[in-house]
């Protein structure tokens, strides 16, 4: 039976339309807010147990409209770290406290955030190493499993590259629908994806795939120089809500 709780609704249709936009159009990152909005009224476990499927939906219609311009050579440097990180947070899931998690990454977003208005880039060399790569896979791939929040180190590592727009979200879609996808087996394990939280995932989908459509809208209407201004925009703001959520 899906959730009858009529004020679960009212944060869980504005998270997944914000989740649908921002994975449609800017990467992901600014979906870091719908799990903390979505926990104003159900458990953070269950929050995040129903977005996961709704997660992997949005992850087929972005890799659809988006994976002929993804960087496959990135991918390859980013998808065994990501692995890794999705296996350390499930062997370590009831030891590390997403709290601490949370206030670690939202630290890392706001400080690159503060990085890229204040014009100071690394070099694109430096950037683009393997070591970074797999670092900020893994922690991208923790912090997804735990809360969701994987957007954020995954852009840490991405944006200095400068990659065209549509090469940036694409390769950010594919990634993503890679690391939801493996994702399913830490939250079967802890039994977290039970009939009520998939009933109340399939009932929020078709807002999945409007938000989605609209962010794929925006994405081909924007410039590139927009794209990146929000993407960076939607980090600081992302990694300012992690660090007030995790001293809560």
Same mark, same amino acid.
């Given at each position: 039976?899906?959730?009858?709780?009529?004020?679960?609704?009212?944060?869980?249709?504005?998270?997944?339309?914000?989740?649908?936009?921002? $994975?449609?159009?800017?990467?992901?990152?600014?979906?870091?807010?719908?799990?903390?909005?979505?926990?104003?009224?159900?458990?953070?476990?269950?929050?995040?147990?129903?977005?996961?499927?709704?997660?992997?939906?949005?992850?087929?219609?972005?890799?659809?409209?988006?994976?002929?311009?993804?960087?496959?050579?990135?991918?390859?440097?980013?998808?065994?770290?990501?692995?890794?990180?999705?296996?350390?947070?499930?062997?370590?899931? $009831?030891?590390?406290?997403?709290?601490?998690?949370?206030?670690?990454?939202?630290?890392?977003?706001?400080?690159?955030?503060?990085?890229?208005?204040?014009?100071?880039?690394?070099?694109?060399? $430096?950037?683009?190493?393997?070591?970074?790569?797999?670092?900020?896979?893994?922690?991208?791939?923790?912090?997804?499993?735990?809360?969701?929040?994987?957007?954020?180190?995954?852009?840490?590592?991405?944006?200095?590259?400068?990659?065209?727009?549509?090469?940036?979200?694409?390769?950010?879609?594919?990634?993503?629908?890679?690391?939801?996808?493996? $994702?399913?087996?830490?939250?079967?394990?802890?039994?977290?994806?039970?009939?009520?939280?998939?009933?109340?995932?399939?009932?929020?989908?078709?807002?999945?795939?409007?938000?989605?459509?609209?962010?794929?809208?925006?994405?081909?209407?924007?410039?590139?120089?927009?794209?990146?201004?929000?993407?960076?925009?939607?980090?600081?703001?992302?990694?300012?809500?992690?660090?007030?959520?995790?001293?809560?």
């Amino acid at each position: 039976m899906f959730e009858t709780d009529i004020t679960f609704y009212f944060t869980a249709i504005p998270a997944v339309l914000i989740y649908g936009i921002s $994975k449609g159009g800017l990467g992901g990152a600014l979906g870091t807010i719908a799990i903390p909005l979505m926990t104003m009224t159900t458990a953070p476990a269950r929050a995040a147990a129903i977005l996961l499927p709704i997660l992997l939906v949005m992850d087929v219609i972005a890799i659809a409209c988006h994976h002929r311009h993804a960087c496959w050579h990135q991918l390859r440097q980013m998808l065994p770290g990501a692995l890794a990180g999705i296996a350390l947070a499930a062997i370590f899931m $009831k030891v590390v406290s997403p709290a601490l998690l949370a206030g670690a990454v939202g630290v890392l977003c706001v400080l690159f955030a503060i990085q890229f208005y204040c014009h100071f880039q690394p070099a694109a060399d $430096k950037a683009a190493s393997t070591a970074r790569a797999t670092f900020w896979s893994m922690i991208s791939g923790i912090s997804s499993t735990l809360i969701h929040a994987g957007g954020g180190p995954a852009s840490i590592y991405l944006l200095p590259l400068k990659l065209p727009k549509e090469t940036l979200i694409a390769t950010m879609a594919v990634f993503f629908g890679v690391v939801n996808l493996v $994702k399913l087996i830490p939250y079967w394990l802890m039994e977290q994806l039970n009939s009520a939280n998939l009933a109340t995932a399939t009932l929020l989908m078709p807002l999945a795939l409007l938000g989605v459509w609209l962010g794929v809208k925006f994405l081909n209407r924007a410039s590139h120089r927009l794209i990146y201004q929000i993407c960076h925009f939607s980090l600081l703001l992302s990694g300012l809500k992690l660090i007030v959520d995790s001293m809560n």
